[in-house]
């Protein structure tokens, strides 16, 4: 960020969306979603198919997935005693049967107020209040809390999709391994077992990190001046074997592909001022827009995001704002599907296509 640069205003990232561009589900095939690449140096772009992919990798790539996995957080409960409806969305894991969570409606989850769900299968007891209003909850059960949590949590959608999943895995990537996510890393909703294996099987690598998606992924932006915007932290993991791969790639010229954002906060927050990544992990609070130069990531596959939202700063720092922006507009003329089940895009250094055997 050069030095002279004090403020970047939030209506600068803002741009028309009809509402019923928001896609409310996912498409019944994850790869038949549609795919806009963006050269992010020239600007110019191409409409594809996210099936056709692989015509824009090469040999040698390395290709981040995020393998978080979304826990089912949401739960539906009442009030013990005046029988009131309760929603409570599991944040952070605290201790064992602590969690740091947001309780609607908030104003009458006082300390000590007790909570029950599926007649009694699960209660709870709120202990604290904490930052911007989150109660602190210790949960009381028997058996063991993920498997009861499975039975009765519902997938904390964001809050543009207007009705529950029929099927919860929809919300899942194929490659989910850790729980902790509040929220899926939906740029990996379009990859299936198949799309994967072809990818590999074209000498392309991928490397798996681990980024838990919290909800303040979905939190506006209320600063006219972006740079003074407080980012939420998330908790992230980079394994050694996933270093080295990454380095291994760079060092042989090859790019580095970030599957999502947060896949690249992962990368850029974990590695070194020379783009190096080590064994690592931690919480992270990076904030990503103009003026960012990238260390580690060289192209990114992502989904369409949030007018004014941190997410459009991010991709913008990669592909320019002007790019970025003209992208969209084309994507809403064509009619694409945008944010969590929406359609995606690739932003790569380079938009011809090679045949793929």
Not at 84 to 97: F, P
Not at 172 to 179: C, D, I, L
Not at 291 to 296: E, H, M, T
């Amino acid at each position: 960020m050069s030095e002279e640069k004090k403020t970047m205003s939030l209506e600068e990232f803002d741009y028309d969306l009809p509402q019923e561009l928001i896609a409310q589900d996912p498409l019944e095939k994850r790869d038949d979603s549609r795919l806009l690449v963006l050269d992010k140096n020239t600007g110019e772009f191409k409409h594809k198919h996210f099936y056709d992919i692989r015509e824009f990798l090469r040999p040698g790539d390395c290709m981040v997935i995020n393998n978080t996995k979304v826990m089912p957080a949401r739960l539906i409960g009442e009030k013990e005693g005046t029988g009131g409806k309760v929603e409570v969305l599991l944040l952070t894991r605290k201790s064992d049967n602590t969690w740091e969570t947001l309780v609607k409606p908030g104003k009458n989850a006082r300390i000590g107020q007790k909570l029950v769900f599926g007649n009694g299968l699960l209660k709870a007891e709120v202990i604290d209040i904490v930052d911007e209003g989150d109660r602190l909850v210790r949960f009381d059960f028997d058996g063991i809390f993920e498997e009861i949590l499975d039975q009765l949590g519902q997938m904390p959608l964001p809050p543009y999709i207007t009705h529950q999943l029929k099927d919860k895995n929809r919300y899942q990537t194929v490659y989910a391994k850790y729980e902790g996510s509040a929220a899926a890393p939906t740029a990996g909703l379009h990859f299936t077992k198949e799309l994967l294996q072809e990818i590999r099987d074209m000498g392309v690598n991928i490397a798996e990190v681990t980024l838990h998606v919290g909800l303040g992924t979905f939190r506006p932006v209320k600063e006219e001046n972006v740079l003074e915007h407080h980012m939420h932290s998330e908790y992230y993991k980079v394994t050694k074997e996933a270093a080295d791969m990454i380095n291994a790639a760079k060092d042989s010229g090859h790019r580095v592909i970030a599957v999502g954002t947060t896949s690249t906060r992962t990368l850029e927050a974990a590695s070194d001022e020379n783009g190096r990544l080590r064994e690592k992990s931690g919480w992270t609070d990076i904030f990503i827009y103009p003026g960012y130069r990238y260390k580690v990531i060289d192209c990114l596959i992502t989904n369409f995001h949030l007018p004014k939202s941190t997410l459009i700063m991010l991709v913008s720092a990669l592909a320019g704002r002007e790019h970025i922006l003209a992208a969209y507009k084309e994507a809403v003329k064509e009619r694409y599907r945008f944010f969590s089940f929406g359609d995606a895009m690739f932003i790569t250094d380079d938009i011809t296509e090679h045949e793929v055997k």
